[in-house]
């Protein structure tokens, strides 16, 4: 067997998240594109649901592939091709599935049929990706068929299993096609962890199948599984999510594909500058305008984020911090008597919820257009209002606490419930840009198979905590020999089961630290973190997809 590395013509990848701003798997993608497409140029082509969303970053090009667009009207597909709106501008094909309802029942039978996934007990979401998962394989299907040559090498890629149904049934149709599965997270483990079950404790005692029917996960666990096994190379993100596919998929990843990122998105110099302090003026302005109080520009600014994923993500342990640092700053400036400005933290969580809209107090305060008030607004630790403000977990584990924003406390705690996308009618700034107000971020995750957010943070130069329960912390551990500390630019604290208190009580710490650290030991820490940041950019972890493109074709060409 030759030991050159076989490489694809033409590569096609498909995610919900294609030009849909949902989660990780966005970023994961939108950063790789620029990479891909300078070894691949314009034959790297993702696939994306057409959700007729006029803000998605998509720019249509009539001219553009013209013939493949015909071939999709052949096939009963309408499609928009054009370019993704990101480093590269990749081509970006979005994919109207809403025809392939009318055939839903029979697209399932044939699922059982050929590939024995179960959709009985479908529900939620599952419909909608799976129309789109088999919309994007029959359109992948029409192009190879009648675009492109018979000697041509393609690669199709699958994300999570919104995308393995429609993998399946093109492996079937086309077997020359050589299939990548990647699964960011188990269905089941991220159940598991959802829904306050102790997923480390007895991991060795799950059963996939067992647990899929007890979470009432069969369908989307099914597609899963099925796609682990049918494709021609399955991966995953991190060793640590490896271990959890052989325990709950019985499939070990034949390619593990870590996350990097594009140092493309992280302005330089004068620019950065300006932009963080652009940033953390907004952020002290909110903070006023809520509370009432004349913030500090000195304020130590935090932050978390991530999906509304309230237990994996930490959110609970982030609060339970804040708590703790509450009470030891208030007790030691009681017993110093100081006088002045209380405040010494910011924390802010960035997690977008049952959004009704910006606070209109909020935003007539931070216009002007009222005469500025010593008095704080009602509920001043939230900036926009809710649908079920008085049911979100987030709000009320802050009310819980105790952590009103008084004038007394040093640590205010404000949720920003929205997605940060430049216009939520209160910030106005983009995640990135708001990202870089922080003196620090924290990630107290307790179930997180990669962690984007921790490596963004470094990226953008600010250290981070993150746990030894992410795939990234994990990395962050090997890559230095130790455990990480602040010193090192990134935090990686010990979580478990059981340790909840332990791990907000060492952020506690930290943050101590970071509020008495020198300018001098807050730069130092700045720059260890963009050094690891570094060290995960895509032109590093790119060769894994390399190696997992190699992997594919020479088993869909029988030369494994």
């Not at 983009?430 to 984007?452: C, F, H, I, Q, V």
């Not at 940041?533 to 020479?554: G, S």
Request: glycine fraction near 6%; include cysteine; hydrophobic fraction near 40%.
């Amino acid at each position: 067997m030759s030991n050159k590395k076989l490489s694809p013509d033409f590569i096609f990848e498909t995610s919900w998240e294609v030009c849909n701003k949902v989660g990780g798997i966005y970023t994961v993608l939108s950063s790789r594109a620029k990479t891909l497409q300078e070894v691949f140029p314009d034959k790297v082509v993702f696939l994306g649901p057409d959700l007729r969303n006029d803000a998605a970053p998509f720019k249509e090009d009539p001219l553009l592939l013209p013939k493949w667009k015909e071939a999709a009207a052949r096939a009963g597909l309408a499609v928009r091709i054009g370019r993704w709106m990101v480093p590269g501008n990749p081509v970006a094909v979005l994919i109207d599935f809403s025809p392939l309802y009318a055939d839903k029942d029979q697209i399932y039978a044939k699922a059982w049929e050929y590939f024995h996934v179960d959709s009985l007990r479908a529900y939620g979401d599952y419909d909608e990706a799976s129309m789109f998962s088999v919309a994007a394989g029959r359109f992948a299907e029409a192009v190879i068929c009648e675009c492109l040559a018979s000697s041509d090498k393609i690669v199709y890629q699958a994300h999570e299993w919104m995308s393995g149904l429609g993998m399946l049934f093109l492996k079937k149709a086309l077997p020359q096609v050589a299939t990548i599965f990647t699964t960011h997270a188990t269905s089941i483990g991220r159940s598991i962890a959802g829904n306050n079950k102790l997923l480390y404790a007895y991991f060795e005692g799950y059963d996939g199948d067992q647990m899929a029917a007890e979470l009432s996960m069969e369908a989307k666990h099914s597609i899963e599984k099925k796609s682990a096994h049918g494709a021609d190379c399955f991966t995953t993100v991190s060793r640590f999510t490896d271990k959890e596919c052989v325990q709950l998929l019985d499939k070990k990843a034949d390619v593990v594909l870590p996350n990097g990122f594009e140092n493309d998105f992280v302005p330089k110099g004068a620019t950065f500058t300006a932009r963080r302090r652009a940033a953390r003026k907004a952020v002290v302005n909110v903070a006023s305008a809520l509370t009432g109080e004349d913030i500090s520009d000195d304020v130590l600014i935090v932050s978390t984020s991530g999906r509304n994923d309230f237990r994996c993500k930490g959110f609970d342990v982030f609060l339970e911090a804040m708590a703790q640092l509450n009470a030891r700053l208030k007790s030691k400036m009681n017993a110093r008597a100081e006088v002045g400005p209380r405040t010494k933290v910011l924390a802010l969580i960035e997690v977008p919820c049952w959004l009704l809209g910006p606070r209109q107090d909020l935003a007539a305060r931070l216009s002007g257009k009222k005469e500025k008030c010593q008095s704080p607004l009602p509920l001043p630790m939230i900036t926009h209002d809710l649908h079920n403000i008085n049911e979100d977990r987030i709000m009320g584990m802050i009310k819980q606490l105790g952590l009103w924003n008084s004038a007394d406390d040093a640590v205010k705690v404000i949720l920003v419930p929205c997605y940060l996308e430049g216009n939520d009618g209160i910030f106005n700034m983009p995640y990135y840009d708001l990202l870089m107000a922080n003196d620090l971020s924290l990630y107290p995750s307790y179930y997180e198979p990669w962690g984007y957010t921790p490596l963004e943070s470094c990226a953008f130069k600010i250290p981070c905590i993150t746990t030894d329960l992410s795939g990234f912390g994990q990395w962050v551990d090997e890559v230095l020999g130790h455990s990480g500390t602040l010193t090192d630019g990134v935090s990686v604290i010990h979580r478990d089961d059981n340790n909840y208190f332990e791990a907000a009580r060492e952020i506690c710490l930290a943050m101590e630290y970071m509020i008495g650290a020198t300018a001098k030991e807050r730069e130092a820490n700045r720059k260890k973190a963009a050094k690891l940041a570094e060290k995960a950019q895509w032109q590093h972890f790119i060769k894994h997809y390399y190696e997992a493109y190699d992997f594919a074709l020479r088993k869909a060409g029988g030369k494994s």
